[in-house]
Structures are given as C-alpha cells and as structure tokens.
C-alpha cells in the first residue's frame, strides 16, 4: 500500500535554527499529504497540509511543498523555538485512512 | 478542541485476560479511527470504522476486534491480551473520506496500556 518514509532519528538544535524534516512517499495515486505534530502527553494535532502537486502548506511559520517529481514534502521552520519541541509525523491519505511515517522527535536546545 | 474522550485513560493488565479501551465522540463524525503507537515504528491503523456497524481492518488488526453499534461509540476489545500489545492507543475521528481529502483526523489523548 501507500506509505511515507522520514528521516530516522531524533533532531536537536538550538533556538532560532533552520529545521528541515524530510518525507518522501510512495503512492499509486495522487494522495493529499500531511504533517502532524505531538506534544508531549498528547494526542497528534494536525500541524500542515496539501491537496495536490504543488501546493505550498503552512502554519505557525512552518511550511512544506507537495513535490511530485521528487515524491517530497519536507518540513521546514525558519526560525525555531524551545515550544516547537515535539515530535513530527508525516503522513498521507490512502483508501480511506491515513497511513503515518515513524515520527521525528524534534529538542530544541535554549 | 474535538470532543474526543478516551477511556480508561491508563490500564495494568495480565496476559491472557480480555480490555476494552472505549472511545467517545460528540462531533457526529461518520470515520473513526484506532491506532497503536509504538517507538520505532510511529502510529499504525488497528481498525476503522466508516458508519454505524461498518468497520474494516487496518493494517495490524490480529489480535483486536472492534464494534460501533452507535455513531457517538467505537470500541477496541483485546479478547486475550498479550504483552505485544503493550502500546499507547489512540482513537481519531473524520468528517471526511480520507483519501478525498481535505479530512483531517481529530486524535484523543491516548490510552496507554500495559500487558504484564
């Protein structure tokens, strides 16, 4: 089936630092894609998302671009702070459920 | 924020007895949704329901069962618990096809379960 892939591992950088999060999927169609984040003790909340190739998502100074001829839609944040601490999902929309990536745990270090 | 109530919010159990973890919503949204999730491996579909006694299996569905015999209601039963069944479960709901999709899915606050 449709799937997502991120980057492994956890992210730490300091406040005011550029994050990138890479995703890249796989899909037969022509999915809508999305970013989730968690606070900690939390449920997921939906952070950013796109329709279709192209489309720019942003929220909260965050952005991400619907790439089809790369397969892409990587997270970026100019600017972070320490309450961006958290961790992301990607995630893309597939027969009626959305299927997530593994999660990046995001410290941001004062 | 969504009214999505999860219940028990943490439970201790022994192998091989049966848990039912509930969720509530008072949205009247038609999708809900149970997930597990577990480190190294993000958040994976149990089971999901699209209306009143529709339901369909996610991708990690052995092992579980569900039953949404009201809108507002959507049930997760362990019929014999395991310890590979410890996880933190979270229910989600939608008001839309998830594939057509500008849906977005609504998460609870997590059940977290310990199988001993």
């Known amino acids: 089936g449709d799937s997502v892939t991120q980057m492994e591992g956890p992210v730490t950088l300091s406040e005011e630092a550029f994050l990138t999060i890479n995703c890249t999927y796989t899909a037969t169609g022509y999915p809508s894609l999305f970013w989730y984040v968690q606070y900690p003790g939390e449920g997921l909340q939906l952070l950013l998302k796109?329709?279709?190739?192209?489309d720019k998502g942003s929220n909260k100074g965050f952005e991400a671009t619907y790439r089809k001829e790369t397969t892409s839609f990587h997270l970026e944040k100019g600017s972070v702070q320490v309450s961006d601490s958290a961790v992301y999902f990607c995630a893309l929309s597939w027969n009626n459920r959305l299927a997530f990536g593994k999660g990046n745990q995001v410290v941001v270090i004062p | 924020d969504a009214g999505i109530t999860q219940s028990p919010r943490h439970k201790v159990t022994e192998t091989g007895t049966p848990v039912t973890l509930r969720c509530h919503q008072t949205e009247n949204h038609r999708y809900m949704y149970w997930y597990r999730q577990d480190p190294g491996h993000g958040l994976r579909l149990i089971h999901y329901s699209y209306g009143v006694k529709d339901t369909d299996k996610g991708e990690v569905s052995d092992g579980y069962s569900v039953s949404r015999s009201k809108t507002e209601d959507f049930l997760l039963t362990l019929e014999s618990a395991t310890s590979s069944q410890t996880s933190v479960y979270f229910c989600?709901?939608?008001?839309?096809?998830?594939?057509?999709?500008?849906?977005?899915?609504?998460f609870g606050e997590g059940s977290r379960l310990t199988v001993l």
């Open positions: 796109a329709t279709k190739a192209d």
């Open positions: 989600a709901i939608s008001d839309k096809q998830g594939n057509s999709n500008t849906g977005e899915l609504f």
